[in-house]
């Protein structure tokens, strides 16, 4: 059974670079996309972007000019780098994996990391 | 980018059925796919494509899709349906390639 466990910085100062890491336990990078997501307090989800076992990435247009995200599938695991952080990026940050399939879902989702912005 | 359109909130007695809505443009190609969240925890799916359920995931939860509006369905609503839903799809405008989430719609089992 697949599982993600990730991990990364918790606190960070107004425009530090956040830096978050998700490892795949379980499963094959290929034939999958493998997203950001994250929730700011009491609010809904926004996607922040994805990347395929190739490096292929897609990104959120609000945050493109700030994120990366990377893949290193000798560890199996994927990460994101999101730079010049403010206090509107307080948030709980959750990785995810995209079957390519015809149909498009997220079927195994990380446990999220609370990440506050704070000076 | 596109938007995803849900009722912040319902209410459903228990045991009755209870019909979540999502509306959006991105919906007339893609299938939506719905999500369970409850307080504290990740995101759980539990409806994508036409109409599939991961396993472990109870039959009374079921999905439909209807030119720009999908809709999450619960057939005899337990307790423990009481939970936040979103939905999200494929979004291809802007010619960019990317994802949408609805803002998500409180359910509240009575």
């Known amino acids: 059974q697949v599982q993600l466990q990730q991990w990364g910085a918790g606190l960070l100062k107004p425009s530090e670079t956040l830096s978050l890491t998700c490892v795949v336990y379980g499963g094959s990078f290929r034939g999958h996309y493998w997203s950001w997501i994250r929730q700011p307090p009491g609010k809904g989800l926004e996607w922040i972007g994805e990347i395929n076992h190739s490096g292929s990435t897609n990104y959120s247009p609000s945050l493109k000019s700030r994120v990366t995200i990377s893949i290193d599938t000798s560890k199996n695991q994927f990460s994101l780098n999101l730079s010049y952080v403010t206090a509107a990026d307080t948030a709980v940050y959750y990785c995810?994996?995209?079957?390519?399939?015809?149909?498009?879902?997220?079927?195994?989702w990380g446990k999220g990391t609370t990440v506050t912005v704070s000076s | 980018s596109s938007e995803l359109t849900q009722d912040p909130a319902v209410s459903v007695a228990l045991g009755q059925t209870v019909r979540i809505t999502c509306q959006g443009d991105s919906l007339r190609s893609y299938y939506a796919s719905w999500y369970q969240q409850k307080p504290g925890q990740a995101p759980v799916l539990v409806i994508y494509?036409?109409?599939s359920r991961p396993s472990g995931i109870p039959d009374r939860f079921s999905g439909s899709s209807s030119g720009n509006t999908a809709s999450l369905t619960i057939t005899g609503a337990q307790a423990e349906d009481e939970a936040d839903y979103f939905c999200s799809s494929r979004d291809t405008s802007d010619d960019h390639l990317g994802v949408v989430f609805g803002g998500g719609t409180k359910l509240t089992v009575l």
């Open positions: 995810a994996r995209e079957p390519l399939t015809e149909y498009y879902y997220m079927d195994v």
């Open positions: 494509g036409e109409n």
